[in-house]
C-alpha cells in the first residue's frame, strides 16, 4: 500500500554533512508517522529519529542534537545529519507506520570516513 524509496547515502568525512531523503508514494495520506532507522553490518537495526503526522519528533541519544527529521509533505522526508561521526556508518532506512503495519524502503549506504 504504501512504497518508500531512500536517496542521498553517500561517502562524507568526519564532521560533515549529509541529507537523506525518502520518497513515498501509494496511501501516503494513511501514514500515521515516519521515520529513519539504521543498520551497521553485524548490528541490530536501531532507531535514528521518528516523526508523528502532527509533527512531534524524537531521536536517539547518539543523534540527538546532530540530525533532524522533517516531513516537507505526505509524500517527502528528510533527514538532516551534521557533525557526522564515523559510527554513524551504516545502510539508512526509511519506515512509515500504516496501522497495523510498518513499510520500508530498500535503504541507503551512508559511509562517514575518519
Known amino acids: 500500500q504504501v512504497q518508500l524509496v531512500e536517496s542521498g547515502g553517500g561517502l562524507v568525512q568526519a564532521g560533515g554533512s549529509l541529507r537523506l531523503s525518502c520518497a513515498a508514494s501509494?496511501?501516503?495520506?494513511?501514514?500515521?508517522?515516519m521515520g529513519w532507522f539504521r543498520q551497521a553490518p553485524g548490528k541490530q537495526r536501531e532507531l535514528v529519529a521518528t516523526?508523528?503526522?502532527?509533527?512531534?519528533t524524537n531521536y536517539a541519544d547518539s543523534v540527538k542534537g546532530r540530525f533532524t527529521i522533517s516531513r516537507l509533505n505526505a509524500k517527502n522526508m528528510l533527514l538532516q545529519m551534521n557533525s557526522l561521526k564515523p559510527e554513524d556508518t551504516a545502510v539508512y532506512y526509511c519506515?512509515?507506520?500504516?496501522?497495523?503495519?510498518?513499510?520500508w524502503g530498500q535503504g541507503t549506504q551512508v559511509t562517514v570516513s575518519s
Open positions: 519506515n512509515a507506520h500504516v496501522t497495523p503495519y510498518y513499510y
Open positions: 501509494g496511501n501516503i495520506f494513511s501514514i500515521n508517522a
Open positions: 516523526i508523528r503526522s502532527g509533527g512531534s
